[in-house]
């Protein structure tokens, strides 16, 4: 049974920094693309970042300069670094594969900016 569990969220001023974590169970993250999608109140979840198994990376263009996805195989892990943070960067964050799989969701982590 695949699981994917989210961890490094908080709350931080514009400007600051999180380094969220995913860690995967149930399966083998090298082999996949793998995404972190956010979800803010009152609005459809979207992708944010996505890295294939041979390392490509793709950000939504809301993003794009400020985060940074990874992944580290021998931890079974993906990361999503974001920098310059924005009030509207506030949302919970999952990882997931890409496309997603609809009975693999975690409960995510929660990253509020504010001042």
């Known amino acids: 049974q695949v699981q994917f569990a989210e961890t490094g969220g908080g709350l931080v001023q514009p400007g600051g920094s999180l380094r969220l974590s995913c860690a995967a169970s149930?399966?083998?993250?090298?082999?996949?693309?793998v995404g972190w999608y956010r979800q803010a109140p009152g609005k459809a979840r979207e992708s944010v970042a996505v890295?294939?198994?041979?390392?490509?990376?793709n950000y939504a263009d809301s993003v794009k300069g400020r985060f940074t996805i990874s992944r580290e195989s021998a931890e079974n892990q993906v990361y999503l670094q974001l920098n310059s943070l924005k009030p509207e960067d506030t949302a919970v964050y999952y990882c997931?594969?890409?496309?997603?799989?609809?009975?693999?969701w975690g409960q995510g982590t929660q990253v509020a900016v504010s001042s």
């Open positions: 890295i294939t198994s041979g390392g490509i990376t």
């Open positions: 997931n594969l890409s496309p997603p799989g609809h009975a693999y």
């Open positions: 149930g399966t083998i993250l090298r082999f996949f693309t």
